[in-house]
């Protein structure tokens, strides 16, 4: 939808491309001319390139926009574009491979003098070279994706006895989402931030910044709310951030929009090279808001062989921009995704906000692609005005049908440690407890008290990972049972198979329409109460499910890569 608003405003006409899940999309609604690639699946579809360039040659179309996910950072798919005598929006194949392959991009940054963390040298394969690693690191060790971003494929080991397990997720995750699985190791700062510059650049040799955006915000690595400039940031340090994605993106004769990323550690005042993403970002906006600079217009025009018209010293950042990510996911559910029919959408209108989504009043959120809807944005002349604005926007927002992290993030911008800049990437799992509304579609973890009246219940719910303290939520709701005290350990193993467990003693079901991973157990395993015995799998986030109660596994009705329906019975485990 960005990409076609920008494309109009040039005079440029637009094809889009679709899925038979997507079918009746709003960017395909929309879009001068649509064409279906393939099958719901997104290896037949999204990530087809030969379907994607043959729908292009089709259309007649000059150019290929690849957005910022599926195919966006794939060389092979950029290369098979120009091959075909079509113009890439992006960088050329060369630096797409070099900065979209994690571990190449480590070794351009060392190159260019930019400061790493203590990694892998290149891609890791057996367990055995991953345990000698990291012994020669040390734990913590941070398991992430070569190819890919998102924060998709990243998974965090604590010791030896979890890094076989956290290789597996993390390669299974991205192969998913990206369609290559290879990972890497490197060290895991304990409380940083992130921070990113983004960088423009055209065929005729200029490279510049447009400042930098503070992303620390974040669960399971994937951003939540965005800003910029980043705040807090000592001078020397966001001038050495700034000078150092120029650096790099010089080396490698980088062209477009792309984002340098980095680990910020303010205990010790050092910066580290995260990754570089060689597309538009999901958070370009807020740049676009302090600058004035329309990105995706700029992508086209570098694209097209023009110059990009400005120079570092015409930048000027103006105020302050905040963004927040709106997904279909149940907050009060550990950010369980949540696919379903949007039967209500109304967003703000008001001055200094902006709002950018990908569906309409009526769409379907589908179970097969990424969770986020739409983003809510904020401008102000500081930052504390803008986050006041942004506020009061997801408070007017009105969504229906599915839950959404619109609540959360409000209440995020309210948390103390936010507003004085004391947050860092773990404090959504480890450091905050929000209060939140109960949303009444989705499934509450119920720990402690309960105050039931005959129209409203306040719920202390536990949230896994939300450092072991309890969330107040009000709502509909009917009375519960009694209260049980449990331990936190117990909590977070009740929190675990919430989702799963069904009205019938011992009968776990699908918390959610999505695809059957792993099934770790079989018909008459024994079985711990929170033990896993399910791993599904939608919008490209695993999901675990656990035993609701310690027994014996008498019924299994699914297999791995079976396609299951939210409420269907999967497995019944029979107390002993």
Known sequence: MRII????TLGIRTVAVYSEADVGALHVRLADMALPIGPANVRQSYLNIEAVVAAALESGAEAVHPGYGFLS???????AVTEAGLIFIGPDADAIATMSDKVAARKAAIAAGVPVLPGSDGAVSSADD?????????????????????GRGIRVATNADDLEAAMAAAGREAGAAFGRSEIFLESFLMRPRHVEVQILGDRHGNVIH?????????????KMIEEAPAPDLPVEMRSAMQAAAVALCRSVNYTGAGTVEFLVDRQSDRFAFLEMNTRLQVEHGVT?????????????????????GIQQDDVRISGHAIQARISAEDCTDDFRPAPGRITDLSVPLAPWTRADFGVARGDSVQPHYDSMIGKLLAWGPDREKARIRLHGALGRLRIAGVPTTAPYAAAVLEEEDFRSVRHFTGSVEQDWAITLPLHTESAVNIE???????????????????????VSVFGHAQPSPPRVSQSPRAARAGAAVGSGASATAGAVVS??????????????????????????????MEVVVAAPHGGVVRVLTCRPNEAVSKGQMLVEIEAV
Request: proline share 3%; charged share 25%.
């Open 288 to 308: 676009e808001l302090v600058t004035g600079v329309d990105l995706v217009e700029a992508q086209i025009r570098v694209a097209a062989g023009d110059a990009l």
């Open 73 to 79: 950072e794939n060389a092979d798919f950029a290369r």
């Open 448 to 470: 402690e008290d309960e105050v039931v009246t005959s129209r409203l219940t306040e719920r202390e719910v536990k949230l896994a990972g939300a450092a072991n303290r309890l």
């Open 511 to 540: 918390p959610m329409d999505g695809m059957v991973l792993q099934v770790p157990v079989a018909v008459g395993d024994t079985v711990e109460r929170g033990a896993t015995v399910l791993v599904l799998e939608a919008m490209k």
């Open 210 to 222: 447009l400042g930098d955006r503070d992303c620390t915000v974040q669960r399971r690595h994937q």
């Open 130 to 150: 991953a345990h000698a690693i990291a012994r020669e690191i040390g734990y913590p060790i941070a398991v992430k994706a070569s190819f890919g971003g998102g």
């Open 5 to 8: 608003a920008a494309a109009r």
